[in-house]
Nanobody, 126 residues
């Protein structure tokens, strides 16, 4: 079992930045690819970004490409999502996720995930 505990988030004006963190415990962190998803009110949960177990490759949704950066620190058992140039349409509850390292990070966008974080609210005001 893997526990994912998220931190960060909050409220920011459009054009601002936020960083989300996702601390993992319970199993070897490097056994898992990591990802971020988000769910806006009244909408389905959507993929944001994913990263391989080593951090060597990343994959992004078109809507955040060039603005968001996913990263991880295996020594700290933590994944991050740096969000820059935030827009009001980025407002959502953000969830981190872990998937077995054999799962291609492009496949994570379909929701193939083993564990979820608790979610954290990000609100971008115009």
């Amino acid at each position: 079992q893997v526990q994912l505990v998220q931190s960060g988030g909050g409220m920011v004006q459009a054009g601002g930045s936020l960083r989300l963190s996702c601390a993992a415990s319970g199993r070897t962190f490097s056994d898992y690819a990591m990802g971020w998803f988000r769910q806006a009110p009244g909408k389905v949960r959507e993929f944001v970004a994913s990263i391989t177990w080593s951090g060597g490759s990343t994959y992004y949704a078109d809507s955040v490409k060039g603005r968001f950066t996913i990263s991880r620190d295996n020594a700290k058992n933590t994944a991050y999502l740096q969000m820059n140039s935030l827009k009001p349409e980025d407002t959502a509850v953000y969830y981190c996720a872990a998937a077995g390292r054999r799962i291609p990070i492009e496949v994570m966008q379909t929701g193939v995930v083993n564990y979820w974080g608790q979610g954290t609210q990000v609100t971008v005001s115009s």
